[in-house]
């Protein structure tokens, strides 16, 4: 088992892990890192928490979006969660399978197709996001969520890779903790449920 390269913070120490799900086990994780700079910490937990509270995209979408920027970024515990609001959605594991090749996926709509090819050149190439990205993007979305959208790709692509230089993989799943010559993609092993 590898240990993250930055220890948790000692504040985390105390924090009873036993009742947690290997999900919520693996987001502590990550938290406990930026438990160094609670105030940092505290921010980052706010503008989430706002998205989550105000937001109008359905927590399927945003879980999709979230988890293709994950394979682009590589980042292990960010692949292996899913989020309980989202299962609560309508996410399956067969869904996140068709992640793998989202414009021939029969399973997602039409909107997430496009949310999806927007969170790949977000991630991959940002500058080709043009104005006929922006034009098919409006054909499902409104003002406001193209700008809630933009700040999930902007969050999941910043702290997604953040959070893989920091390798926290203690408790991920083997198939996101080994060693491997190839990406690794949420849609080769089944993740694990965290709350939200």
């Known amino acids: 088992m590898t240990k993250p390269r930055i220890a948790p913070s000692e504040a985390f120490a105390a924090i009873p892990v036993d009742d947690l799900g290997q999900g919520d086990r693996i987001n502590l994780g990550v938290a406990s890192i930026l438990g160094h700079r ?3 910490a505290g921010a980052l937990g706010a503008l989430k928490s706002a998205l989550v509270s105000t937001g109008t995209l359905s927590p399927r ?3 999709l979006v979230r988890l293709r920027i994950a394979f682009h970024n ?3 515990s960010c692949m292996a969660v899913r989020s309980q609001s989202a299962i609560d ?3 399956t594991e067969e869904l996140v ?3 793998e090749q989202p414009s021939q996926a029969d399973d997602l709509t039409p909107a997430e197709r496009s949310a999806v090819r927007y969170a790949d050149l977000f991630a991959t190439d940002h500058l080709a996001i043009d ?3 922006y034009d098919d993007l409006r054909t499902h979305f409104s003002e ?3 700008v809630e959208l933009g700040v999930h790709c902007a969050y999941a692509v ?3 890779r953040l959070a893989a230089t920091w390798h926290v993989t203690t408790d991920v799943p083997a198939a996101f903790e080994e060693a491997s010559d190839s990406p690794l993609a949420p849609w080769n092993s089944e993740g694990v449920v965290a709350s939200g």
């Open 38 to 40: 609670p105030e940092v």
């Open 61 to 63: 979408l945003v879980e």
């Open 74 to 76: 590589q980042c292990r």
């Open 89 to 91: 959605d309508g996410l």
């Open 97 to 99: 399978c068709s992640l």
């Open 131 to 133: 104005d006929a990205v």
């Open 144 to 146: 406001d969520e193209l």
């Open 158 to 160: 910043g702290m997604g």
